[in-house]
């Protein structure tokens, strides 16, 4: 399962987890980051590096947060 970025991003977009991303899926959508769900290889390497604690596995999205499943999938059109 991918990682999400959920809506602490919004407004902050620190670049910390774009910086230690080996594969570089993570991408600017504006007012926040959104992770590519077919390019993230799950290796978590972005979770600690979020200062603001808004980066989950997929499966542990928090409640009321799981649009943002469907608004990563949507902005690269899958």
Avoid: W
Avoid at 26 to 55: K, N, Q, T, W
């Amino acid at each position: 399962m991918p990682h999400v970025i959920t809506s602490p991003c919004i407004g902050t977009k620190d670049q910390a987890c774009t910086e230690v991303c080996p594969v570089e899926c993570i991408y600017d959508a504006g007012e926040m980051f959104l992770i590519h769900p077919d390019e993230c290889i799950d290796c978590g390497a972005c979770v600690p590096a979020c200062p603001v604690s808004a980066i989950f596995p997929e499966e542990d999205v928090p409640a009321g947060e799981e649009s943002f499943i469907a608004r990563n999938r949507e902005f690269f059109g899958l």
